[in-house]
């Protein structure tokens, strides 16, 4: 027995043909513009919903149930890590801890996870301590927050992890590795030596392409408690794993990602560079950020990832996040104006 899609369900498919048109083109024009996670979001689920209607469309009954099976496991799965997410947070902050220095920037997880369990109890107590209005108020306020705040993490989240599939061309002139802080004050750490690895083997495997060698700049000054610079300790190790004395630069005045991309521009122009092609590197969950950054101060160039421990991603995500949010804290602090306003609106309707 055959089975058709009936005429109509074809054209269900112009709508994420559409979105994902527009996405391709404006994520063409730039990479890291975060609006671009809306386009790809209205895109993915238009096209679920376009697949899903088509799927219907056919009538094929053993297509249907294994399809609604799939279906309802995904949905359990994404309630079920919902419904532990407190719990799941928790559980990589005590590895965390375990394993990495006890600092704020190492525990946002635990403060996240424990956030989540004492919310649903102080809405519980400030129903009973507050008049039944103001209450509503408060409740609304904070789950408007939240969702708001919810919602653009997803955004990033998405556009963050579409970054990761960027292949740049093997016609780099050179390649930016963004430095970290160093162990004992000398002595590249693991993070760094991913960093470090991931754009040396691009430089390598660009020269078995195409032959035309890039410069890789090592970028980071002396931080108080390092005896040498990030960008020199870094050239040194590159150095003894193999990198040709010729192709190596140390960036060695830099405190930050932006003095990193600004300072590593102008040795570029020192070098006699004219509009050269650029790649940075740095591990893959700053990747977006700092190709925001790049935007900013007129550095062209996509950004590679090197590899992070998948216990260390958490914070590190989350980081980033906060970082990004309130650098665009004055649409944000619209955005909350226009939270508290609706908030008001409805309690009193």
Do not use: C
């Amino acid at each position: 027995m055959g089975y058709s899609i009936p005429a109509v369900w074809y054209w269900i498919w112009a709508v994420p043909v559409f979105f994902g048109l527009v996405f391709s083109w404006r994520y063409h024009r730039d990479k890291v513009r975060l609006s671009n996670g809306l386009w790809f979001s209205a895109t993915f689920y238009s096209l679920m919903l376009a697949l899903g209607l088509s799927i219907l469309g056919t009538n094929n009954r053993p297509l249907i149930v294994v399809s609604l099976i799939l279906f309802v496991g995904v949905l359990m799965l994404i309630g079920l890590a919902y419904l532990l997410q407190a719990f799941l947070l928790l559980w990589n902050a005590w590895i965390v801890w375990r394993r990495e220095a006890h600092t704020i920037a190492n525990m946002l997880t635990l403060f996240l996870g424990v956030a989540i369990l004492l919310l649903p109890w102080v809405n519980q107590l400030a129903g009973q301590v507050l008049p039944q209005r103001v209450d509503e108020f408060f409740v609304l306020l904070i789950d408007l927050s939240v969702f708001y705040v919810a919602f653009w993490f997803y955004n990033y989240l998405t556009m963050l992890v579409i970054y990761q599939f960027n292949r740049p061309r093997w016609n780099q002139d050179y390649i930016i590795v963004l430095g970290a802080g160093l162990l004992n004050g000398d002595q590249v750490s693991p993070l760094l030596k991913q960093r470090i690895h991931r754009g040396m083997a691009f430089y390598h495997r660009q020269m078995e392409k195409t032959g035309h060698p890039a410069k890789v700049i090592f970028s980071g000054g002396q931080g108080p408690d390092e005896t040498t610079s990030e960008g020199q300790a870094m050239l040194d190790y590159a150095l003894s794993e193999g990198l040709p004395v010729s192709a190596g630069i140390a960036e060695t005045k830099s405190k930050t990602t932006r003095e990193n991309l600004q300072f590593s521009r102008q040795l570029m122009t020192a070098d006699g560079a004219v509009d050269p092609h650029v790649i940075f590197v740095s591990n893959n969950y700053h990747t977006l950020r700092a190709g925001m950054i790049a935007k900013q101060v007129g550095v062209k160039a996509d950004g590679i990832g090197s590899r992070t421990s998948g216990f260390f991603l958490p914070n590190a995500v989350i980081r980033e996040y906060i970082a990004i949010f309130v650098k665009n804290k004055k649409w944000h602090l619209v955005a909350l104006g226009g939270i508290i306003l609706l908030s008001i609106l409805l309690v009193i309707n």
